[in-house]
């Protein structure tokens, strides 16, 4: 029911998308293009950077360039946002994956059917472990179809309504990685939703008891104290998700090839290690209880 | 050596607002391979603990609990595909078909559509198994619930309430059910409150109350337990009755506007005898039998439990 749902949200976003957008006329098109001209010699003479050194993360200015300076006709549906807007979807596609473990998790003790599969099987860890097993299949499954159609449904649009002018070759590539990195971060998700739903025995508990976590408790202790950032698990997810690490915006700025930057506060390795900790750790917790209480 | 062998098991549940509730103290049974043991008791009684004991649900907090020789604690995974069960209410997924049901519980054990189709017959649910369960009766609830309990083929059933909340019909359709399985040399472990039902249907029963075991035994034994009642007589005369019976030496009560004598229904021909001459023609006689009922209340009233 989730995924149709999903699948709903999809066609009717992509379809206002649409409507708002329309495909550029030929005179947009060669105004674009001059400009892009224009910008792209402006960088060529280092006037786009502080100094004539590429980034870090392109090998030369020319390519450095042609990204910056891509010509960007006016459309509302462009083929070059499209890693964009499937990493700004990742919200949505990771709480998806936490709502479909927090049911996975609490359906058999809503349904009382625990007791049932327990006297089929009564090796309790096995049961859990082969339950978060099945979380990251499905979760990983149904969030990385419903990108796919995403991703493909922005394309029908970008042809029909959109343009695909300015657009990096490796566009898609980057799209799909961010698919990915989301499904990776909604499966993680997924766990600790598994094992909330677990310890608390109900799907409800999960769901609540999760999002009260992240949205109130992570979004408080954040805004008082944002030095503890790179300990929580939404700030993890969004570095995983984005790329982009978290700063420390009270440390000492440095400069790397004439770029200022803040010292980093959360890195995408450590994010990772981060979401690891609270996965095992709530798994292990939920391993645990499940193993000691009585089921009555 | 027993089926189900329980050594001094006691269970405690912690109360929510403090305190302690003894659910089984101290509870030692044993139930012999083959046929219907009943279990009985009171709502409370701790019968449903001690299934949850046994099916490794709930965590004693002393005594050993053995199924098939086996220790419960330790060595449950190794016997627990020889064991069906339904502990209350059979829990099923209410929108799966009652098929897709018992799908999912095969998988767990290597059962296949032959075993599910042989099951659906046994309990006579194959015209409603595409059916979601949440169309279903409680009665087929129920049935579907023996039919996940026997898709193991276990040589051991253990059946918490199985005719609860069932009509006249479906307890009928339960208990033949329960009697043709211990008939097939199964051992079906039976807990129940409807006496009636488990007189009819098992072979040994234990009584249970405030999580103790009161008695257990054959049936006929346990009934023999039971004071006996002598034999129950209507005449058109009571009083008349009283008179021509304590003349041949009996005793009879009236209860209820009917003879009550205290003679041994093998005696039946005296009681008839001493009427007869008295000129009082009994329109009924008949022993008053004693019933599992009748046994379980005495048993118990010692306990505060009979009313």
Known sequence: MLFVAGVILIVVAMVIAAANSHKPSPDDVARAEAFSQQQFARCMQGRFLASKEPPPDFATLEEFCRVAAAPAPAANMRLSDLALVTEHTGTFTILLGVAIAASLGGADWTAGTMTTLLTWEPRRIRVLLTRALVVVVVVSAVTIVLQALLIGAFGVGVALRGTSLGTPPDEVRHAFEAAFRISAVAAAFGLVALAIATVGRSTVAALGVLFGYLVLFEGVIAGFRPSIQDRLLVRAGSVIVGQQPIYDMSGETSFVTGVSQQPILLGIHEAWVVLAFYVLALVGLALLVFRARDVN | ?307
Do not use: W
């Open chain 2, 1 to 307: 050596m027993g089926v189900i062998e329980i050594e001094g098991l006691r269970k405690e549940f912690r109360r929510l607002r403090g305190g302690r509730t003894v659910a089984v103290a101290g509870l030692d049974l044993e139930v012999p391979e083959g046929g219907v043991f009943g279990f009985l008791g009171p709502n409370g009684a701790g019968k449903t603990t001690t299934i949850r004991c046994l099916l490794g649900l709930v965590r004693p907090d002393s005594g050993d609990v053995r199924l098939l020789g086996t220790d419960v604690t330790r060595g449950l995974p190794h016997v627990i595909g020889k064991v069906g069960s339904i502990v209350e209410q059979p829990a099923l997924f209410p929108r799966f078909s009652g098929r897709r049901n018992l799908e999912i519980l095969g998988r767990i054990d290597g059962r296949g559509a032959r075993e599910i189709d042989m099951v659906l017959q046994r309990v006579g649910l194959m015209e409603r198994a595409k059916d979601l369960v949440k169309t279903y009766s409680l009665g087929m609830k129920q049935r579907l619930g023996i039919a996940a309990a026997l898709l193991k083929d276990p040589s051991v059933l253990v059946l918490d309430e199985p005719a609860n909340g069932l009509d006249p019909a479906g307890i009928v359709e339960v208990r033949e059910l329960i009697r043709s399985l211990g008939d097939e040399g199964r051992t079906v472990f039976v807990s129940s409150h409807i006496l009636s039902e488990v007189q009819q249907t098992a072979d040994r029963v234990a009584i249970l109350a405030r999580g103790r075991l009161i008695k257990a035994g054959p049936v006929h034994e346990v009934l023999a337990a039971g004071r006996a009642r002598g034999m129950l007589v209507r005449v058109s005369d009571p009083d008349a009755g009283v008179r021509a019976l304590a003349a041949a030496d009996l005793d009879a009560t009236i209860d209820g506007g009917v003879l009550r004598v205290d003679v041994q229904p093998a005696d039946g021909e005296r009681v008839s005898r001493a009427l007869v001459a008295a000129d009082l023609y009994p329109s009924e006689l008949r022993a008053d039998e004693v019933d599992l009922e009748t046994v379980f209340l005495e048993l118990t009233k010692d306990e505060g439990l009979a009313p």
